[in-house]
Each structure stands twice: as C-alpha cells, then as structure tokens.
T-cell receptor, first 114, second 110 residues
Framework: EAQVTQNPRYLITVTGKKLTVTCSQN?????MSWYRQDPGLGLRQIYY???????DKGDVPEGYKVSRKEKRNFPLILESPSPNQTSLYFC?????????????FGPGTRLTVL | GESVGLHLPTLSVQEGDNSIINCAYS??????FIWYKQESGKGPQFIID?????DKRQGQRVTVLLNKTVKHLSLQIAATQPGDSAVYFC?????????FGTGTRLKVLA
C-alpha cells in the first residue's frame, strides 16, 4: 500500500530536549516536505526536499533541521525544542513533473513541548 | 508576506445542495493550485488540482474554477453529502513551495 508514515504519532517533551520525528514514504517520490499546522494558521511549510541531499527552507524553518540521506526518508529534527513548536506536524511526498504530482500526506505527529 | 486566504471560515449547507468554497491568492506567479480535504484526525487529502494555464477543471462531483484576473479560486461540490463534512484548504504552488490557505470548515446539515 502506497503510504507516508510518521513516527511518533504523539510526543510530549520538555524544552531543550532534542528530538527527531521520522518520515518515510514507499512511493519512490523525489519530493518530500514538512508542515506544521496550527489553529487559525492552516498548514505552513517548514522545509522541503527535491531529492537526496537537496533541501530548502519553506516559510517557517527557524528552529528546525532536516536531512535527506535516502530517498525514502526525511526526518525532522528539533535540536532545542521550545513551547512555540507545540503543533501538529505533517510530512508529505510527491513526484513533481508526473501526471498527477499531488502530495500524499502522512497521518500527522502531535508534538507538545512543555 | 504573501498568503493564500479564504473568504469564509465556516460554511453550512443542506445535504443535497451544492457547496462553493472560495479562496483568494495574492501572487500571480503561481504554477499550480490544489484543493485538499482534511477530516478530523487525518492528514490532508488531495481533491482536485488545476494548472495556472487553465480556467476550469472537473472531477467527480467537484469542479475547480480559476480566475486569474481577480486571483480567485473556487471549489464547487455538487450534491453535498454528509461525508463531505471536513475542512477544505486551497494550496498555491510556486516553484515547489506550497502555500496553504487557513481553511474553510464545511458542515453538511441533514
């Protein structure tokens, strides 16, 4: 089954404790992206990656890092989480240039930073 | 900064009626627009897309209209059903950057 998986689905942590949210897709997509979703603000793009070893900032990259060492994986790293990073995070992947380059979204990771 | 916005945060329609959800965008350089549906507790799901060189595109029970003159995008859902209840987002894509609107909640009344 074609899918995007994220782990963990729920996470409660404390300020300053480094964490990683993993994202994996099995569709051989070149493009992957991370978003955060906050009430009243919709989805905002954090980082995206056009392919392995190619990443770029979205609209809200501050406080986040990403890496793309393999095509299928695109982890989101919070080196020193802060309470304002409490949010719902979505990973997505797509194949730009294909007939339907729609993004497929993962189920989301709800992060709470105390 | 530039953003994609929606006219109405909540839209209530009677079951069987047609729904129209609107979206305004501010940058005429966008390549591509997508409508997504998000149900409670789930990630956004693709509904329909339209390229910037098109005015209209139809899918199953859905139609997207693009008016580049006034920078306006709309999603029309025919014969709205209870399963259409969700939050709908428009997204504007510019050189692989996705910019989402804040969303409209569609409530279908029985």
């Amino acid at each position: 089954e074609a899918q995007v998986t994220q782990n963990p689905r729920y996470l409660i942590t404390v300020t300053g404790k480094k964490l990683t949210v993993t994202c994996s897709q099995n569709m051989n997509h070149e493009y992957m992206s991370w978003y955060r979703q906050d009430p009243g603000l919709g989805l905002r793009q954090i980082y995206y990656s056009m392919n392995v070893e190619v990443t770029d900032k979205g609209d809200v990259p501050e406080g986040y890092k990403v890496s793309r060492k393999e095509k299928r994986n695109f982890p989101l790293i919070l080196e020193s989480p802060s309470p304002n990073q409490t949010s719902l995070y979505f990973c997505a992947s797509s194949a730009p240039g294909s007939a339907t380059d729609t993004q497929y979204f993962g189920p989301g990771t709800r992060l709470t930073v105390l | 900064g530039e953003s994609v916005g929606l006219h109405l945060p909540t839209l209530s329609v009677q079951e069987g009626d047609n729904s129209i959800i609107n979206c305004a965008y501010s940058n005429s350089a966008s390549d591509y627009f997508i409508w997504y549906k998000q149900e409670s507790g789930k990630g956004p799901q693709f509904i329909i897309d339209i390229r910037s060189n098109m005015d209209k595109r139809q899918g199953q029970r859905v139609t997207v209209l693009l008016n580049k003159t006034v920078k306006h995008l709309s999603l029309q859902i025919a014969a709205t059903q209870p399963g259409d209840s969700a939050v709908y987002f428009c997204a504007e894509i510019r050189t692989y950057k996705y910019i989402f609107g804040t969303g409209t909640r569609l409530k279908v009344l029985a």
